[in-house]
C-alpha cells in the first residue's frame, strides 16, 4: 500500500513538473548595469571585505580596480562575481582604466556617499578579526583536552558557544568605526565521568566598539563575565560546594591590532575590573600576541595557520599564561568571511575556568573553532 502510493506521488510530482515546463514563460527582463554594479559592490563588502574596490559595469561586463590582490584572490573574486545576476565577463585590473575607455554605467558609492547615506545597519564583515588562541574569545568551537596533574579532572571535554555581531558602522575621518554587540558561553566536562559532568561555565557579553584604518585596527569593549559550577560536580564533591565562589566583574579593556603583509598579525592591549566580586581580586591585566595564516594553500581552501597568545594578571603577580594553537584553516574557496580551524591546542597559566582562577592549569589537545566574519 505505502509503496502504491509512493509511486502515485512520484507520477503526480512528475506530471506537474511536465506541466510547468510545457507552459509558456513571460520573458523577464535582464538586469540593467545598474543593478549588476550594487549587487557586484554588496558582495565585494559582505564577503571579502573589500568596501574600497571600484566597481563598474558596462554592458554586462564587470570592471574591479583593486590593487595588490595576489593571484589566488582574483580568482576568488572572478568567480563571486561571475555569478552575479547579468554578469556577462569579469574584469579585475590593479589601476584605474583611462578616462576616455572608462564605462558610463554607475559605480559603487564613493566614500563621500557613504558617509552622507549615514552609519550602515548589520554589515557582515567585522573591522576586528578574532584573536585565535585566546581562550575567551567568544566563537563556536568544541575541544578534546587533556589536563595535567589537575586534582579534579583529567580528560576535558570543551565547548564553547559565542558570536561577535555588528550592529552599526560608519565612516570616520581616516578610517572606519563599528559598534556592536559580544556574547560568549564557555563550558568544560568531565569526559570520563557516567554522564559528562558539567563542571563549570563562565558567561560572557561585552559591548566592542572597534575601528579600522589600513592594516591597523582597534576594539575597546565594556565586558560583563560571570562563572558557576556544575550541578553534577557539585554532587559528587562536596568540598566543592564548600568551597563555591561567587566568582563576578565588570571590566573595560582596549585591544590593538596591525597587520604585517599578508601572513602576520601581531596585537596586544590590556584591561581593567571596575567591579569585581569577590572584592580583593586585582584589578589589571595584559594581553599580547601573534598569529600567522599562510598565503599558500595544501588544497583548495585549506591552508595553515598559526596562533600565540600570552596574558599576565595582577591577581597572579603577573605569572603569564600562555596560550597556543596551529593546524589548518578551512575557508570557502570563493567567500572568505567563515572559516573552520582544525588545530592542535596547549595551555599553561592560570586556570581560564572562572571557578578554579586560583589555581594553576596545563593541558593539550585537539579543537575544531569556527568563525563567521
Same mark, same amino acid.
Given at each position: ?132 588562541? +585566546? ?133 596586544g592591549g590590556g584591561g581593567y575590573l571596575f567591579h569585581r566580586e569577590p572584592a580583593s581580586l586585582d584589578p589589571w591585566a595584559t594581553q599580547a600576541g601573534i598569529e600567522f595564516e599562510s598565503e599558500y594553500e595544501i588544497a583548495r581552501g585549506l591552508t595553515p595557520v598559526a596562533a600565540f597568545d600570552l ?48 589555581? +594553576? ?13
Open positions: 500500500m505505502l509503496l502504491r502510493h509512493c509511486r502515485a506521488a512520484a507520477a503526480a510530482v512528475v506530471a506537474c513538473a511536465a506541466v510547468l515546463s510545457a507552459a509558456p514563460a513571460r520573458a523577464a527582463a535582464p538586469p540593467d548595469d545598474r543593478f549588476i554594479a550594487g549587487y557586484a559592490a554588496a558582495v565585494l563588502e559582505r564577503e571579502f571585505g573589500l568596501g574600497g574596490a571600484a566597481v563598474s559595469v558596462e554592458g554586462g561586463v564587470i570592471t574591479v580596480v583593486a590593487p595588490e590582490l595576489d593571484a589566488d584572490m582574483r580568482a576568488r573574486l572572478a568567480a563571486a562575481l561571475a555569478d552575479v545576476p547579468g554578469a556577462i565577463r569579469v574584469e579585475i585590473s590593479d589601476a584605474a582604466a583611462p578616462a576616455a575607455a572608462a564605462p558610463t554605467a554607475a559605480a559603487a558609492p564613493t566614500a563621500a556617499a557613504e558617509a552622507a547615506a549615514g552609519p550602515e545597519i548589520l554589515p557582515r564583515v567585522k573591522l576586528f578579526e578574532p584573536l585565535r588562541a +585566546d581562550p575567551r574569545w567568544p566563537h563556536f568551537s568544541a575541544a578534546y583536552r587533556i589536563a595535567l596533574d589537575d586534582p579534579d579532572v583529567e580528560q576535558i571535554g570543551a565547548a564553547s558557544f559565542g558570536e561577535t555581531f555588528t550592529l552599526l558602522r560608519g565612516k570616520a575621518p581616516s578610517g572606519r568605526w563599528e559598534l556592536g554587540i559580544q556574547g560568549g558561553v564557555f563550558a568544560i566536562f568531565d569526559m570520563e565521568s557516567e554522564s559528562k559532568d558539567l563542571i563549570n561555565a563562565d558567561y560572557f557579553i561585552a559591548i566592542p566598539a572597534a575601528y579600522e584604518h589600513g592594516a591597523f585596527s582597534a576594539m575597546a569593549r565594556v565586558l560583563h563575565q560571570s562563572s558557576h559550577l556544575g550541578d553534577e560536580f557539585l554532587l559528587r564533591d562536596s568540598t566543592a560546594q564548600a568551597n563555591r565562589v561567587n566568582l563576578s566583574y565588570e571590566a573595560i579593556d582596549l585591544l590593538l591590532s596591525y597587520d604585517i603583509g599578508k601572513a602576520w598579525r601581531v596585537y596574558q599576565m594578571r595582577e591577581e597572579s603577580d603577573w605569572s603569564p599564561d600562555y596560550s597556543a594553537r596551529a593546524g589548518l584553516q578551512l575557508r570557502n574557496p570563493r567567500f572568505l568571511a567563515e572559516r573552520l580551524e582544525f588545530t592542535a591546542e596547549y595551555y599553561n597559566g592560570r586556570n581560564p575556568n572562572g571557578q578554579f582562577y586560583t589555581r +594553576d592549569l596545563e593541558y593539550f589537545g585537539f579543537g575544531v573553532h569556527a568563525y563567521f566574519n
